[in-house]
Nanobody, 125 residues
Framework: QVQLVESGGGLVQAGDSLRLSCAAS????????MGWFRQAPGKEHDFVAA????????VYADSVKGRFTISRDNAKNTVYLQIDSLRPEDTAVYYC??????????????????WGQGTQVTVST
């Protein structure tokens, strides 16, 4: 088991930046591939970004490429999501997730075993 706690969300203006953090506890964090997903009101969980256990392999949704950056610090058991040039359509609850089955970064949410409670990001115009 691994427990995940997201932080760093908030109310920001379009064009601002945020850095979301996801702190992990429990089993060895470094063996898990990690992902970020988001859920806007009335919508499904959408994939945002993922990173392999080593941090070398990353993958992004097309809608966030060039604006979002995923990274991890295995010594701190933390994965980050840097969000730049925020847009109103980025408004959502952002969740981090851990996969014990993935070697590489992959987008499929069904491959992630553990989920955090989420952090709200609201972008105003």
């Amino acid at each position: 088991q691994v427990q995940l706690v997201e932080s760093g969300g908030g109310l920001v203006q379009a064009g601002d930046s945020l850095r979301l953090s996801c702190a992990a506890s429990g089993r060895t964090f470094s063996v898990y591939a990690m992902g970020w997903f988001r859920q806007a009101p009335g919508k499904e969980h959408d994939f945002v970004a993922a990173i392999s256990w080593s941090g070398i392999d990353t993958v992004y949704a097309d809608s966030v490429k060039g604006r979002f950056t995923i990274s991890r610090d295995n010594a701190k058991n933390t994965v980050y999501l840097q969000i730049d040039s925020l847009r109103p359509e980025d408004t959502a609850v952002y969740y981090c997730a851990a996969s014990s089955r993935l070697t590489y970064a992959r987008p499929g949410k069904d491959q992630y075993d553990f989920w955090g409670q989420g952090t709200q990001v609201t972008v105003s115009t």
